[in-house]
């Protein structure tokens, strides 16, 4: 069984960061990203995000430290938007590699994820669910590093509730561990981190 908490990395792969970006926060639309991969929900409540100019150059600013694969980024996107098509969010756990160029970086490679009992306001986020979680990793062939963990709002916008934060603060203490937030409904997806005991939106891209 893995544990988290207990992932002790002594070395890190010195690697430039992915050049091939086909998405960064704040140079490209999140919506029409989904939009353009089929994942575009017709509903009567989907709405634009209300992103300020000022606000997505202020994330900006915080340095690009978190690179995700284009096929880990489609298996997140189907997963949400199947489970959104059912009225339900959906959870997974990202896993990949931390690098070191100029400074550590996360790289996200592939998603576990489990049969989860989830209602459309809440995912359970019980021991259960990620002892099934913790199972799926166990499936993964290759030396991974768990990243941290994905999981979606319906239509509610993304953003850290309090129990994602108290989720984020149990289960991922290391300091590459992110939170992405999905809402396939309103087509945002959003970065997170507790950096200093604060909740912290940062930038993320997409590579090929
Ligand atoms: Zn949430």
């Known amino acids: 069984m893995v544990r988290i908490n207990e992932e002790i990395r002594k070395e890190y792969t010195i690697k430039p960061p992915p050049s ?10 999140m ?3 989904m939009e353009k ?8 409540y989907a709405r ?25 980024m489609e298996k997140i996107l189907r997963h949400c938007y199947e489970q959104a098509l059912k009225g339900r969010e959906s959870m997974g756990f990202l896993v990949g590699d931390v690098r070191k160029w100029n400074d550590v970086y ?3 490679y592939d998603i576990a ?3 989860l009992e989830a209602s459309s306001v ?10 099934e979680l913790f199972d799926a990793l166990d499936e993964i062939e290759y030396e991974y590093v768990l990243l941290g963990w994905y999981h979606s709002h319906l239509g509610y916008s993304s953003f850290m509730s309090s129990i994602d934060m108290e989720t984020q603060r149990t289960y991922f203490t290391q300091p590459y561990h ?4 999905v809402d396939p409904i309103t087509r945002e997806m959003k970065a997170f981190r507790i950096i200093n005991e604060e909740c912290v939106e940062i930038p993320y891209a997409i590579f090929r």
Do not use: N, P, Q
């Open 106 to 108: 996360a790289v996200v």
């Open 178 to 181: 992110a939170a992405l937030v």
């Open 122 to 131: 809440y995912v359970r986020f019980h021991r259960e669910a990620f002892e």
């Open 37 to 44: 991969h089929g994942y575009a929900m017709e509903s009567s």
């Open 113 to 115: 994820t489990a049969s």
């Open 48 to 72: 634009r995000s209300e992103e300020t100019k000022e606000r997505v150059e202020a994330i900006k600013r915080e340095g690009l430290d978190f690179y995700i694969k284009e096929e880990a």
């Open 20 to 29: 091939h970006l086909i998405f960064e926060y704040g140079r490209d639309s």
């Open 31 to 33: 919506e029409e990203y």
